[in-house]
């Protein structure tokens, strides 16, 4: 379809065209997001689907149908390293998030629909092996940062329970902590964060169970006095760069206080057990 069109709705702040009905426009929408060509992708299709989304603007059935084509696009060449489908799979997973948060007002799904977006949406994280952020001329992959929104989203749903908010946790500290020797450097770090934050604000997962998780963190670095070129470089650039995301938004997010004066000391020794000279 011609961008003009999608240029046209943008415009007319995402009203749908007159005599038109919005699934006219779905399959060339969902198609849109593996494009190549950044504008065509980001700002227009991920932006018109994710508008009406939040504005209830398709069925339940529909909705459904969408969730379904977005999980079965996050298998379009995972485990590659620098693919162009990494672009379809990481914004099938912004329109994951779009589903989740419309959800988390509307209770459209049901709630095995929900923990089954959560279970790809972890085992995805664990999967995607195309770290890269922004990719000249196409645009922006990020991968990680696109996961840890639709992670915050999650974290956000009533229907997700205190022991899928702790597998959330470690899957996170999974993928910093992951060997690698692409350092994530367009503040995934901070992205990640927020999806902790947005559990931390649930108060369902007992804290004890929070600090532990910032303990298996704090003892899982190699201990050693300089970086080693290469992978470890990069993994301890990555868990640094979360953790400080962490310990800076814990103090000024409308946290519990509770929460905040017990995580925050937790947060400050996995933090220091990275940076033994600088902490």
């Known amino acids: 379809m011609d961008k003009e069109v999608w240029r046209s709705i943008v415009e007319r702040d995402f009203a749908v065209p007159e005599g038109h009905a919005v699934t006219e426009y779905l399959p060339a929408l969902m198609e849109g997001l593996g494009a190549l060509d950044p504008e065509l992708r980001d700002?227009?299709?991920?932006?018109v689907l994710w508008s009406w989304i939040d504005a209830g603007r398709f069925t339940p059935g529909e909705l459904r149908q969408i969730a379904g084509?977005?999980?079965?696009?996050?298998?379009?060449?995972v485990g590659e390293t620098e693919g162009d489908q990494v672009f379809l799979r990481t914004?099938?997973?912004?329109?994951l998030g779009a589903i989740i948060s419309y959800d988390t007002k509307s209770q459209t799904l049901t709630g095995p629909e929900v923990w089954l977006v959560l279970e790809r949406g972890l085992e995805y994280l664990a999967a995607e092996q195309d770290l890269r952020g922004y990719v000249p001329v196409k645009g922006w992959a990020h991968s990680v940062a696109h996961t840890a929104d639709l992670l915050t989203a999650l974290a956000g749903h009533p229907d997700v329970a205190a022991e899928d908010l702790e597998r959330l946790l470690y899957a996170i500290s999974e993928k910093v902590l992951a060997p690698t020797r692409q350092a994530l450097v367009e503040r995934e770090g901070f992205r990640l964060a927020r999806a902790v934050i947005a559990v931390l604000k649930r108060?369902?997962?007992?804290?004890?169970?929070v600090i532990a998780w910032l303990d298996v963190i704090a003892g899982d670095q190699p201990r050693r006095k300089t970086f080693v070129a290469g992978e470890d470089n990069a993994r301890y650039h990555n868990t640094e760069q979360f953790l400080s995301a962490l310990y800076l938004m814990v103090t000024?997010?409308?946290?519990?206080?509770?929460?905040r004066e017990t995580v925050l000391p937790a947060?400050?020794?996995?933090?220091k057990s990275f940076m033994p000279n600088f902490l």
């Open 43 to 47: 700002h227009l299709c991920l932006e």
């Open 69 to 77: 084509q977005m999980l079965s696009n996050l298998q379009a060449g």
């Open 91 to 95: 914004f099938s997973v912004l329109i």
């Open 203 to 209: 108060e369902r997962l007992p804290l004890e169970r």
């Open 252 to 259: 000024y997010k409308d946290v519990p206080e509770r929460v």
């Open 267 to 271: 947060v400050h020794r996995a933090l």
